[in-house]
């Protein structure tokens, strides 16, 4: 692949079409790839336990090669005779001791889930987001882009924890916080609240019952909701930069960086799947 087809959708296997694109051309790779046997998806995919992991390991390193950001993939594993595979933290095992650098998987938690757990379990109201990088500090973030503003001024009543704790500017009242100086002696700092608050790591995204953003994605068997590809877009994509979905599906990863003026490639093994992101694409646009 000399060019990257960018805004494009490649019909493909993404262990293939990986293997052919540049190293650090893509900012953002977010998606969620079959979970085992839960679908079989036309195709007869049957890879599980294990099995599965040993197909994902591969792909999310090159996802990482080509990637300059992050890499997240929501996951999710199978509950049989009262088991849970367990295969996102076996994956996430496997991918560390591989040295693949890994970020505490934030939770993707959808409310409107009818599906009961089972008779004796709990209602499963969470999937992983495996978060893989290169190491070290992301070259783009903005990890409030989807908080709120803080829902307190800095103020309020008087602190008594004068000794050890915070005290107030006499003159401005703002709350000071104490910082040990190299010296080890304290060194007393204005504190400034941020305009908005870090959103923090569960993701509580709304599915089901027309929520998913789109009537064009519940033609694929799995689709997620286009709230928790924003927040992802919106917080680790550059407002220049190229999302890449290697399992896009009905495109909803697609769609969203399209909506926030992202750039955008996907990839999917079924044709229909391809054209059915067109559309999608088509009515975002
Ligand atoms: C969980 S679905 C993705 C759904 C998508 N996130 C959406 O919102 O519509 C997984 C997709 O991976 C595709 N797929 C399965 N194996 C693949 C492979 N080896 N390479 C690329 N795509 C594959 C399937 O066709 C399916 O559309």
Known sequence: MKDLPVNQIVCGRAEDVLKEMPTSSVDLVFGSPPYEDARLYNMDFKLKGQAWVDWMVPIIKECVR??????????????????????????MADLHRAGITLRKPPAYHRIGIPGSGGPDWLRNDYEFIICC?????????DNTAMGQPCKYEPGGAMSYRTQDGYRRNKRTGVRLHRK???????????????????????????VGGGNMGSKLAHENEAPFAEQVVEFFIKSFCPPDGITLDPFSGS????????????????????????ELSKKRIKEQK
């Open 66 to 91: 080509v990637c300059k950001g992050l890499v997240a993939f929501v996951v999710e594993g199978r509950t049989r005779q009262f088991q849970w595979s367990a295969t996102p933290v076996l994956l």
């Open 133 to 141: 990088t290169n190491g070290g500090k992301l070259p783009w973030s």
């Open 180 to 206: 040990r100086r190299c010296s080890g002696e304290m060194e007393e700092q204005a504190y400034n609240p941020p305009k908005k608050a870090n959103p923090g790591n569960i993701l509580t995204c709304k």
């Open 251 to 274: 495109g909803t990863t697609l769609a969203v960086a399209e909506k926030f003026g992202r750039r955008w490639m996907g990839i999917d093994i079924r044709e229909s799947q391809v």
